[in-house]
């Protein structure tokens, strides 16, 4: 099973609400990312959780807020957003952060519209 | 730093044979990924290449020449279902924790 499951899969939302992206998976990996994916461009790191610490924060905006509950579960927090923040955000995860042979699996991603 | 590089469109007929290049320089790199996506979808996992040489699984192979930073993603027996955008990824084990880079895709039209 190489299964990552992310709700909701679609998602609107205006620039002053507050809303959440959610991501699981129980395949007992201990390494966590969010991408970002507009179209036509390729996947984005934003953030990479190691053993439910943040490890890499790519420069995001804090209006983008992720959070590890526990070792199955990462959420990214939204708020204030902007229009151009429309895109696929895309969970992922893997064994380990930076060990070799270490394959990253994506969730189906949640489609964000801002409006 | 890491710089992949990967032709953006490629064409193809119902059956055939396809290769898709990926260049790249970068130090301190551990290995290349190749994903699959289709349109509105999520990247899938292909293969991944750490070693020179070829892997092979069943209709996808994907070749790495570490010396001359180079990969390849060779589709045989092509079908309309392979129609999507093929991702190249270097992973860079180095300092930055394991970071995934990926190149801009390079999008595959399976024609009958």
């Known amino acids: 099973d190489t299964e990552v499951t992310q709700t909701p899969k679609h998602l609107v939302m205006g620039m002053t609400n507050k809303k959440s992206l959610k991501c699981e998976q129980h395949m007992g990996h201990r390494a966590m990312y969010w991408y970002k994916q507009k179209a036509k461009k390729p996947p984005e790191l934003m953030f990479v959780y190691s053993y439910e610490k943040l490890s890499i924060n790519e420069s995001v905006p804090s209006r983008f807020s992720p959070e590890c509950p526990n070792s199955s579960l990462l959420n990214l927090h939204l708020h204030a957003l902007q229009p151009e923040d429309s895109a696929l955000y895309l969970c992922?995860?893997?064994?380990?952060?930076?060990?070799?042979?270490?394959?990253?699996?994506f969730g189906e991603g949640s489609w964000l519209t801002v409006v | 730093g890491q710089n992949i590089d990967q032709p953006t469109e490629m064409t193809a007929t119902e059956g055939a044979i396809v290769q898709i290049n990926c260049t790249y320089q970068?130090?301190?790199?551990?290995?290349l990924f190749w994903y699959q996506q289709h349109a509105g979808e999520a990247p899938t996992f292909l293969s991944y290449?750490?070693?020179?040489g070829l892997e092979e699984k069943g209709r996808f192979s994907s070749f790495l020449s570490r010396s001359k930073g180079y990969s390849y993603l060779l589709l045989k027996e092509l079908q309309m279902k392979d129609s999507a955008s093929y991702l190249c990824?270097?992973?860079?084990?180095?300092?930055?924790?394991?970071?995934?880079?990926f190149g801009r895709g390079t999008q595959l039209t399976v024609w009958p």
């Open positions: 992922a995860s893997s064994l380990q952060v930076g060990a070799m042979g270490n394959t990253i699996y």
């Open positions: 290449n750490v070693l020179d």
């Open positions: 970068t130090s301190g790199f551990n290995g």
């Open positions: 990824a270097g992973f860079d084990r180095g300092s930055t924790l394991g970071r995934l880079y």
